[in-house]
């Protein structure tokens, strides 16, 4: 088997010996060039599997190098070699396209692992955005760009911050940017920031050792730890509060974390990711985001497109979803009757897929054929134009009264329908009848109260 090949760009003898030597051990062959002009020759007659570039370089820059590469040979990574502490050049060479950056002076360690990580991008199977069971389904225009974007973003270990409306599926992009990467057999590990009490949020995130406060009865491992080799998602990150993002930028820059009662740092090699339907710049403006945090981890910002700018996807999305509901129940998905279909055409959506999901699985339990109606659906009616308040509530406040209305319904659902299996000595046909409703809506209703037992 042929050995895989490193270009090295860097015009000091010392570092191009020091790198071809590390990469010899790594069973690796190399290629050297000393100006940027070399390293495009070497690229022309090699092509090799992976670049390290200095960024000073004498007749131009590693960021040249970075976007002549990205051009003309989109398939070989190329990473940045940085001075120590610049930030601002490694985000630079990563918003060009550069797979990732280490800083002087080199630790081999982290070369390695670099190096290695590089390496396995043109091993990758070429699932794309479909890897798995996951899916982005649709074709609408700003599905398939972002389809595109995806693909391009698995290529690279730049954080990227997903924009979206709640519901629009901003965790299957997380995981489908994850699921096609190199990182792809490591953990993917997912947290909202705001479901984290304020006081545990330092050792969520860091971990902590046994008796380092009250309640801390054994050694924790935290999200970062947990993470290792793989991606660390946060999702609604501009929830954290302002204490917190300073320790999460520390973390970020110095790729090491210090769990609670520590003395020690832990090295971490994590890929960040993060999410929020808020509007981050807005809230950097406000003050309630630092902006040292957010040039972090917006260094690429992508953004998934409401229901409402893509109900041409609605036939697909809603036979997929079908499908899935029936497949978790063991039965043949039914089907959507042409008005239902025209009913979810002209509603507003405001928890998108995800409310559309919880619409059909509703629809499902109530129909009593295998065609699902209007009825069956049970749309809420979208308020005109003129019956809207002047100030609607936060998508926040609205998700949080919704919930507690939900818990509420739910409680009030289930003290009936146990009444009714008691009455009825638990005989779950006779409870349908008594109820008045479908044999299937009960199995349903049973499921989803977690009455089956």
Same mark, same amino acid.
């Given at each position: 088997?042929?050995?895989?090949?490193?270009?090295?760009?860097?015009?000091?003898?010392?570092?191009?010996?020091?790198?071809?030597?590390?990469?010899?051990?790594?069973?690796?062959?190399?290629?050297?060039?000393?100006?940027?002009?070399?390293?495009?020759?070497?690229?022309?007659?090699?092509?090799? /599997?992976?670049?390290?570039?200095?960024?000073?370089?004498?007749?131009? @820059?590693?960021?040249?190098?970075?976007?002549?590469?990205?051009?003309?040979?989109?398939?070989?990574?190329?990473?940045?070699?940085?001075?120590?502490?610049?930030?601002?050049?490694?985000?630079?060479?990563?918003?060009?396209?550069?797979?990732?950056?280490?800083?002087?002076?080199?630790?081999? /360690?982290?070369?390695?692992?670099?190096?290695?990580?590089?390496?396995?991008?043109?091993?990758?199977?070429?699932?794309?955005?479909?890897?798995?069971?996951?899916?982005?389904?649709?074709?609408?225009? =700003?599905?398939?760009?972002?389809?595109?974007?995806?693909?391009?973003?698995?290529?690279?270990?730049?954080?990227?911050?997903?924009?979206?409306?709640?519901?629009?599926?901003?965790?299957?992009?997380?995981?489908?940017?994850?699921?096609?990467?190199?990182?792809?057999?490591?953990?993917?590990?997912?947290?909202?920031?705001?479901?984290?009490?304020?006081?545990?949020?330092?050792?969520?995130?860091?971990?902590?050792?046994?008796?380092?406060?009250?309640?801390?009865?054994?050694?924790?491992?935290?999200?970062?730890?947990?993470?290792?080799?793989?991606?660390?998602?946060?999702?609604?990150?501009?929830?954290?509060?302002?204490?917190?993002?300073?320790?999460?930028?520390?973390?970020?820059?110095?790729?090491?974390?210090?769990?609670?009662?520590?003395?020690?740092?832990?090295?971490? /090699?994590?890929?960040?990711?993060?999410?929020?339907?808020?509007?981050?710049?807005?809230?950097?403006?406000?003050?309630?985001?630092?902006?040292?945090?957010?040039? =972090?981890? @917006?260094?690429?910002?992508?953004?998934?497109?409401?229901?409402?700018?893509?109900?041409?996807?609605?036939?697909?999305?809603?036979?997929?979803?079908?499908?899935?509901?029936?497949?978790?129940?063991?039965?043949?998905?039914?089907?959507?009757?042409?008005?239902?279909?025209?009913?979810?055409?002209?509603?507003?959506?405001?928890?998108?897929?995800?409310?559309?999901? @919880?619409?059909?699985?509703?629809?499902?339990?109530?129909?009593?054929?295998?065609?699902?109606?209007?009825?069956?659906?049970?749309?809420?009616?979208?308020?005109?134009?003129?019956?809207?308040?002047?100030?609607?509530?936060?998508?926040?406040?609205? !998700?949080?009264?919704?919930?507690?209305?939900?818990?509420?319904?739910? /409680?009030?659902?289930?003290?009936?329908?146990?009444?009714?299996? !008691?009455?009825?000595?638990?005989?779950?046909?006779?409870?349908?009848?008594?109820?008045?409703?479908?044999?299937?809506?009960?199995?349903?209703?049973?499921?989803?109260?977690?009455?089956?037992?």
């Amino acid at each position: 088997m042929t050995a895989q090949t490193v270009l090295i760009v860097d015009d000091e003898p010392d570092i191009r010996e020091l790198l071809a030597i590390t990469l010899s051990r790594m069973g690796l062959e190399s290629l050297s060039a000393a100006t940027l002009q070399q390293a495009r020759e070497q690229m022309a007659a090699v092509q090799p /599997d992976l670049c390290l570039t200095d960024m000073r370089l004498p007749d131009g @820059n590693g960021i040249n190098l970075v976007e002549y590469i990205n051009r003309e040979y989109p398939h070989i990574p190329v990473a940045m070699i940085t001075a120590h502490g610049s930030v601002e050049t490694a985000i630079s060479a990563l918003k060009a396209g550069a797979f990732d950056f280490i800083s002087k002076p080199i630790e081999l /360690d982290r070369l390695r692992s670099l190096v290695n990580a590089a390496l396995r991008l043109n091993r990758t199977p070429e699932a794309g955005p479909g890897h798995g069971k996951l899916q982005l389904i649709g074709h609408a225009p =700003r599905i398939v760009a972002l389809r595109e974007q995806i693909e391009k973003l698995a290529r690279s270990q730049a954080p990227v911050h997903i924009r979206g409306e709640s519901g629009v599926g901003k965790e299957v992009v997380a995981r489908l940017i994850h699921g096609s990467g190199p990182r792809a057999d490591k953990p993917f590990i997912a947290v909202n920031c705001g479901a984290i009490p304020r006081e545990l949020m330092e050792s969520e995130f860091f971990g902590h050792l046994k008796g380092s406060f009250t309640g801390a009865n054994r050694d924790k491992q935290g999200l970062f730890q947990a993470a290792e080799g793989g991606t660390l998602f946060l999702d609604e990150v501009a929830d954290l509060p302002l204490s917190m993002q300073v320790k999460l930028l520390r973390a970020i820059q110095e790729k090491t974390v210090r769990p609670v009662g520590a003395s020690e740092e832990l090295t971490t /090699d994590v890929r960040l990711l993060s999410a929020t339907h808020k509007n981050l710049a807005a809230e950097v403006r406000a003050g309630d985001f630092r902006n040292d945090l957010y040039y =972090r981890i @917006n260094v690429i910002d992508i953004q998934v497109p409401s229901l409402r700018e893509r109900l041409e996807d609605l036939p697909e999305l809603v036979s997929a979803l079908l499908a899935r509901i029936a497949g978790s129940d063991g039965g043949t998905p039914p089907t959507l009757a042409p008005a239902a279909l025209e009913a979810l055409r002209g509603y507003h959506f405001p928890g998108n897929v995800r409310e559309l999901e @919880n619409i059909l699985e509703r629809a499902c339990a109530l129909a009593d054929q295998q065609q699902i109606t209007v009825a069956d659906l049970q749309l809420p009616a979208s308020p005109a134009p003129e019956d809207q308040p002047a100030r609607s509530p936060g998508t926040v406040e609205v !998700e949080a009264a919704f919930g507690q209305l939900e818990v509420y319904l739910e /409680d009030v659902e289930r003290q009936i329908i146990s009444a009714a299996l !008691e009455q009825s000595r638990w005989n779950k046909t006779a409870t349908a009848r008594l109820l008045g409703i479908s044999f299937r809506s009960l199995r349903y209703r049973l499921k989803k109260l977690q009455l089956e037992d």
